[in-house]
C-alpha cells in the first residue's frame, strides 16, 4: 500500500506539472472487471489520480460467477443488467463478443486522436484485429511464452544453443542429443513443456503452433499424418526419458518460496536443457542469481508459418460494449492505460506481466517475447464449438489412449483413429 501510494503521489506531481485544463463536468464509468480490488490497484486508482474529473464504479465479474457457468455468458448478463460502460475481459470472451458483434471499434477514435500504436507487439494488435482488421479492445500487458535454455548444459556437451524461429522438429531433435542423466543422484533432460502434466495437451498445443487444427465443420481431424507426426514426437519424447515429467516427480510439501518456484517451473532444477514457459520464469530468472547461465529465444514455429506463434496470453484486454452510453469516457480510460505514459509505470504497478509496448531500453533477452508477429488462437476457438458433454468425452478418454501409446499398446496413429470415432459418436449423440 506504501508503495501504491508513492506511485500514486509522483503520478499526480507530474500531472501537476501539465498546463491548467478547463475543468469538466464529472463522468462516471461503469466498469466490468474480474475483481474490483485488483482492478483499482493496477488501474482504476492511477486512472483517477489523472483524471480527478471521472469516477469508477466496477463491477467485479468473480463476485457473479457460479459453478458450472460459463465466464462470458456471465459478461453477457451483466453488460446488459449493469449498462455497463467499459470492460476488461480475457481473450477467450473478446474473441466472442467480437465474433458477435457486441463491442464498439476503436478504430475511428485511435484514428481521430492520433493514438500512437506503432510500438506495440505485432502479435497482440494481430489477435486485437478481427477479420476487416478492425480492432475492438486494446491491453497494457501480456504473458508470453518462448524457449528457454540452459548455457551450461550446452557448452558442457558442446552443443550449439537454440536460436530464434526455430521449428518444433529442430528442438525435439536437438533434445535428443543431450544423454538422459548427468549423474546417479539428478537425472537430466533435453525438454520440458510447461503442458507437460497432461500430454494430450501438451500435443495439442504443439500442433496449434503448426497450424493445426482438431476439428472444424462438425468433424474431427485428429487422425491424419500431421497430427500423427506431432504425437509421435511428444509421445517418443518421453518413452526416450528425453522430455521431463512432472508427473513422475514427488509433491514437495516445503513453503519455500524457492522450493514452490523449482516445482512450478522445473527449468529451475538446473537439469534441464531446453523449456518452453512463460514470461513469469523470465521474471524469476531477471530478478534473481541462477545456479546456472540461461538463454532465451522465441517459441518454436512451423515452417509453414515462420511469423506466427501461439504462446501469448491477454487477461485484461479492455473493450467497450455496444450498448455503453459513455463512449468517449471509455476511450478516455482505454486511451490512458494503453498509452505511453502508463507504459513508463508498468515496470513498477506490475512486476509479473510483460508490457505490450516494446520499450527501446529493454533488455535483449525480454525481445524473444515480441518477435513473432501473428498469433494462432485456432484450439480455444474449436474447443468453444463443442458442447460440454463432448469435451467431458475428452477429459475421459485422452489420458487412457495417451497412456496405452507410451506403454506400446497401441501405435499413435491407432490411437488417433480410435480416439476421433470415439469423439465423433459423442459429437452425434449430443446433436441427436
Not at 55 to 60: A, D, K, Q, T, Y
Not at 203 to 209: K, N
Not at 378 to 405: A, F, H
Request: aromatic share 10%.
Amino acid at each position: 500500500m506504501k508503495k501504491l501510494c508513492l506511485l500514486l503521489s509522483l503520478v499526480i506531481t507530474l500531472s501537476g506539472c501539465q498546463a491548467p485544463e478547463q475543468i469538466e463536468e464529472t463522468r462516471n464509468l461503469k466498469v466490468l472487471a474480474f475483481n474490483e480490488k485488483i482492478f483499482n490497484q493496477l488501474y482504476g486508482n492511477f486512472f483517477i489520480a489523472t483524471h480527478p474529473n471521472y469516477s469508477l464504479e466496477v463491477i467485479s465479474i468473480f463476485e457473479n460467477l457460479t459453478p458450472g457457468t460459463n465466464m462470458t455468458d456471465t459478461i453477457e448478463e451483466l453488460i446488459a443488467k449493469e449498462n455497463i460502460d467499459l470492460l476488461s475481459l480475457p481473450m477467450e470472451s473478446y474473441s466472442v463478443l467480437q465474433e458477435s458483434e457486441k463491442l464498439l471499434s476503436l478504430d475511428e477514435m485511435i484514428t481521430k486522436d492520433h493514438f500512437d500504436l506503432t510500438n506495440y507487439s505485432p502479435a497482440i494488435i494481430d489477435f486485437l484485429k478481427d477479420g476487416q482488421g478492425k480492432i475492438h479492445g486494446l491491453t497494457p500487458t501480456f504473458v508470453g511464452d518462448a524457449l528457454y535454455y540452459n548455457k551450461d548444459i550446452f557448452d558442457n556437451y558442446l552443443i550449439p544453443y537454440p536460436k530464434d524461429f526455430m521449428t518444433w522438429d529442430e528442438v525435439f531433435e536437438l533434445a535428443h542429443k543431450f544423454p538422459n542423466s548427468k549423474d546417479d543422484q539428478l537425472p537430466q533432460f533435453g525438454f520440458y513443456h510447461k503442458k507437460a502434466a497432461n500430454l494430450f495437451m501438451m500435443a495439442l498445443t504443439i500442433g496449434e503452433g503448426n497450424g493445426l487444427s482438431i476439428y472444424g465443420n462438425e468433424k474431427f481431424t485428429l487422425n491424419t499424418p500431421a497430427w500423427t507426426k506431432v504425437f509421435n514426437e511428444v509421445t517418443t519424447c518421453f518413452k526416450s526419458h528425453v522430455c521431463f515429467d512432472p508427473n513422475q516427480v514427488e509433491k514437495i510439501e516445503s513453503l519455500k518460496l524457492e522450493e514452490l518456484q523449482k516445482e512450478s517451473n522445473p527449468f529451475l532444477l538446473g537439469n534441464i536443457a531446453m523449456a518452453v514457459a512463460d514470461s513469469a520464469l523470465y521474471r524469476i530468472l531477471d530478478e534473481k542469481d541462477a545456479e546456472f547461465e540461461w538463454g532465451i529465444t522465441t517459441l518454436p514455429i512451423s515452417a509453414e508459418q515462420p511469423d506466427t506463434g501461439n504462446g501469448i496470453a491477454m487477461n485484461e484486454i479492455f473493450s467497450i460494449p455496444s450498448s455503453s452510453k459513455e463512449n468517449a469516457g471509455a476511450w478516455e480510460f482505454i486511451k490512458y492505460v494503453s498509452g505511453n505514459d502508463y507504459a513508463r509505470l508498468l515496470p513498477q504497478i506490475n512486476t509479473i506481466d510483460l508490457p505490450a509496448r516494446i520499450n527501446e531500453d529493454q533488455e535483449e533477452s525480454i525481445k524473444a517475447f515480441y518477435k513473432l508477429e501473428r498469433v494462432n488462437n485456432t484450439l480455444i476457438n474449436e474447443l468453444r464449438e463443442l458442447p460440454p458433454e463432448v469435451i467431458s468425452k475428452i477429459d475421459e478418454i485422452s489420458p487412457r489412449y495417451m497412456s496405452e501409446i507410451l506403454s506400446e499398446q497401441r501405435t499413435v496413429q491407432e490411437s488417433l483413429q480410435l480416439m476421433e470415432e470415439e469423439l465423433q459418436l459423442a459429437l452425434k449423440s449430443v446433436s441427436e
